[in-house]
């Protein structure tokens, strides 16, 4: 097999391994704080008396959502404050 072709599996896989590790990175709990509106920060302080951890935002349109999860149980948080305990996002493993 030549070089030219190692390189390029080599590299292949190294994105792979890349993409995959991005997908588990837990970002910032600040850097995620500091995108949150007052409203949404009210929520997610008091959902941190339950247990829950900020986890990451979504962002659908114009709509960004707050996504907090205990466990493998999410709760989602709305640009209004208002949590939905039982949303229907799929949360990657």
């Given at each position: 097999m030549?070089?030219?072709?190692k390189?390029?599996?080599?590299?292949?896989?190294e994105?792979?391994?890349?993409?995959n590790e991005?997908?588990?990175?837990?970002?910032?709990?600040?850097?995620?704080?500091?995108k949150?509106?007052?409203?949404?920060?009210?929520?997610?302080?008091?959902?941190?008396?339950y247990?829950?951890?900020?986890?990451?935002?979504?962002?659908?349109?114009e709509?960004?959502?707050?996504?907090?999860?205990?466990?493998?149980?999410?709760?989602?948080?709305?640009?209004?404050?208002a949590?939905?305990t039982?949303?229907s996002?799929?949360?990657r493993?």
């Amino acid at each position: 097999m030549s070089s030219a072709i190692k390189n390029t599996e080599h590299s292949t896989s190294e994105k792979d391994i890349i993409q995959n590790e991005r997908r588990h990175i837990s970002p910032n709990k600040h850097a995620l704080w500091a995108k949150l509106s007052v409203v949404q920060q009210a929520s997610v302080s008091s959902m941190y008396n339950y247990g829950y951890e900020l986890s990451f935002i979504r962002t659908e349109g114009e709509e960004k959502y707050v996504v907090m999860l205990l466990n493998e149980a999410a709760i989602v948080i709305d640009e209004e404050g208002a949590i939905e305990t039982q949303p229907s996002i799929q949360i990657r493993h």
